[in-house]
T-cell receptor
Framework: AQSVTQPDIHITVSEGASLELRCNYSYGATPYLFWYVQSPGQGLQLLLKYFSGDTLVQGIKGFEAEFKRSQSSFNLRKPSVHWSDAAEYFCAASSGSARQLTFGSGTQLTVLP | NAGVMQNPRHLVRRRGQEARLRCSPMKGHSHVYWYRQLPEEGLKFMVYLQKENIIDESGMPKERFSAEFPKEGPSILRIQQVVRGDSAAYFC????????????FGQGTRLTVV
């Protein structure tokens, strides 16, 4: 079955520190890959997406993600975290035939001052 | 250009009542997806619709839940005879193409069943 796994339920970092959120997928073929951010009581905002090509993808708000086929991973990174980055982050995947997104269970990010 | 609009934002229903959740996709988008988010969980796909057609309802509970996307007007997710376990956030997303290369999400409807 197709699945997306986010191993870290909760991550705490200090403001200005670097950040990496992990995401692994299990699909028959390489799916489309996405990272979304959800602030409390809000909908989801797309940070970045990967379809093909360059394995390092740049997104909004200074985020980037790297696709590694050998590890079935699509980890999200940011060099220097800001207090406003505190939110829940979801990794998602879709295959062309299935169309719908399959989400990981999310990683809650806390940023310490 | 308004984003995906969902209403109401919050909905309280007593057990046994009906809940109707509305979703107006972004202008020019004819593909709508509904997802449910239970507390402390990620979003789970429910149904995918195009105008007047249900394309994939593999994530919908077999009973009490239905969805439509009429030619005119918003998409509606209907839950009949709600139970406590239906309490969740329901999100709608829309996209311009069937490959769902970029889906835009609404702010969700938070349903509480009391």
């Amino acid at each position: 079955a197709q699945s997306v796994t986010q191993p870290d339920i909760h991550i705490t970092v200090s403001e200005g520190a670097s950040l990496e959120l992990r995401c692994n997928y299990s699909y028959g073929a390489t799916p489309y890959l996405f990272w979304y951010v959800q602030s409390p009581g809000q909908g989801l905002q797309l940070l970045l997406k990967y379809f093909s090509g360059d394995t390092l993808v740049q997104g909004i708000k200074g985020f980037e993600a790297e696709f590694k086929r050998s590890q079935s991973s699509f980890n999200l990174r940011k060099p220097s975290v800001h207090w406003s980055d505190a939110a829940e982050y979801f990794c998602a995947a879709s295959s062309g035939s299935a169309r719908q997104l399959t989400f990981g269970s999310g990683t809650q990010l806390t940023v310490l001052p | 250009n308004a984003g995906v609009m969902q209403n109401p934002r919050h909905l309280v229903r007593r057990r046994g009542q009906e809940a109707r959740l509305r979703c107006s996709p972004m202008k020019g988008h004819s593909h709508v997806y509904w997802y449910r988010q239970l507390p402390e969980e990620g979003l789970k796909f429910m149904v995918y619709l195009q105008k007047e057609n249900i394309i994939d309802e593999s994530g919908m509970p077999k009973e009490r839940f239905s969805a439509e996307f009429p030619k005119e007007g918003p998409s509606i997710l209907r839950i009949q005879q709600v139970v406590r376990g239906d309490s969740a956030a329901y999100f709608c997303a829309s996209s311009v193409d069937r490959l769902n290369t970029e889906a835009f999400f609404g702010q969700g409807t938070r349903l509480t069943v009391v």
